[in-house]
């Protein structure tokens, strides 16, 4: 490699929790760089949640990560003229990357309500282990159970 790496830039906790994850959250809900936008989403799903649920809206945000964050994931490999898809863990920071864009999208394939409320109803869902964002994770899961056979293929 001819340059040193780039030093990852420090996130700053987000205004309202002063937690670093809501605010990568908010930050992966951000289109066109209008984060006031983003943030007023997440902050108004967050309310909501607390409003319904009658629960500490952190705690179910974590517990909604911790059951769409997958453990495995799919990498594509050729060899010997094959494509092959293989097994691989998945890095932490990864893991809530993921999981943050299958929540997004989750929430934005719902239809018929704002961008808050379908992000709400979808957290509240995958705290309960339900809804579409665990379903993504499931079929990763199971995609990668199936390719097992290759996992001597990694590396």
């Known amino acids: ?32 760089g209008k984060k006031s936008t983003a943030s007023r989403v997440v902050y108004a799903a967050l309310t909501r949640v607390h409003e319904l649920s009658k629960q500490d ?23 010997g003229g094959a494509n092959y898809q293989i097994p691989f863990p998945v890095r932490p ?4 990357f993921l999981a943050s864009r299958w929540l997004i999208d989750a929430a934005a394939s719902r239809k018929g309500a704002p961008m ?19 379903k993504k994770r499931q079929d990763v899961h199971r995609m990668a159970e199936a390719n097992k056979a290759f996992a001597h293929f990694a590396r």
């Open 116 to 134: 808050g409320v379908k992000l709400s109803e979808e957290l509240m869902s995958a705290a309960k282990g339900e809804g579409a964002a665990v």
């Open 1 to 32: 490699m001819r340059h040193k790496k780039p030093s990852k830039r420090e996130i700053q906790a987000d205004v309202k929790y002063s937690r670093d994850d809501v605010a990568k959250f908010i930050n992966y809900v951000m289109r066109r």
């Open 93 to 96: 920071e990864r893991r809530f």
């Open 57 to 79: 809206p952190l705690k179910v945000f974590e517990e909604a990560f911790k059951n769409v964050s997958p453990t495995l994931e799919v990498r594509s490999k050729r060899v």
